[in-house]
Each structure stands twice: as structure tokens, then as C-alpha cells.
């Protein structure tokens, strides 16, 4: 069984920043790709940004230049570096890990003055 734990959501104001983790465990031989999504309501969830095992990265149009995603491979443990953020960014952040496609249970983000 694997076991996605995530932290670091929070309510910030426009143009604040923010820090996501999310640290696996359980039967994990080794985790290729993670990732972060997200869900606003009313939308369907969709990719935040990924990262391979080997550190390549991709993005969301809408997280380009302002959010940065990371891992520790010895920790399991992927981050979520958003900064600038905007009331646009508002959701529940999942984190994902492949093989297995496994999901934690999510974080809320709320961007707010």
C-alpha cells in the first residue's frame, strides 16, 4: 500500500507565496514520475506540473515562470515552490506518483486579500 501525505496549503494573499509537500511511503520500489495537480470547483482537475525521476520538469502554461516543482528521491518527497500567486490559482492541490498512478488526499490553496 502506498500512502501520499501532503502539507503546506494555506490561505495567502495575491502575490504571496507558498510551499507544497508531499511525501510518499508505503510499497515503493521506485517512483518514476511525480506530480501536482489541482482541482478548482465547478473544473476538472488538471496537471500543475510534473518531474521525472531524473529531474526533467514540465508545466502548466499558467505555472510557468511562477511555480517550481522539486523532488528528494531519498525522501520520496516532491515540492511545490508557487509564488505570484493570484485568486486564479485557487484549489485543492493533489500530489500524484507514477507507476501505480497513486494520489494523496489533497491541500487546499485558497489566494485572497
Known amino acids: 500500500q502506498v500512502r501520499l501525505v501532503e502539507s503546506g496549503g494555506g490561505l495567502v494573499q495575491p502575490g504571496g507565496s507558498l510551499t507544497l509537500s508531499c511525501a510518499a511511503s508505503?510499497?515503493?520500489?521506485?517512483?518514476?514520475?511525480m506530480g501536482w495537480y489541482r482541482q478548482a470547483p465547478g473544473k476538472e482537475r488538471e496537471l500543475v506540473a510534473g518531474?521525472?525521476?531524473?529531474?526533467?520538469?514540465n508545466y502548466a502554461d499558467s505555472a510557468k515562470g511562477r511555480f517550481a516543482i522539486s523532488r528528494d528521491n531519498t525522501k520520496n518527497t516532491v515540492y511545490l515552490q508557487m509564488n505570484s500567486l493570484k485568486p486564479e490559482d485557487t484549489a485543492v492541490y493533489y500530489c500524484?506518483?507514477?507507476?501505480?498512478?497513486?494520489w494523496g488526499q489533497g491541500t487546499q490553496v485558497t489566494v485572497s486579500s
Open positions: 500524484n506518483i507514477s507507476p501505480g498512478n497513486f
Open positions: 508505503g510499497s515503493i520500489f521506485s517512483i518514476r514520475t
Open positions: 518531474i521525472s525521476r531524473g529531474g526533467i520538469t
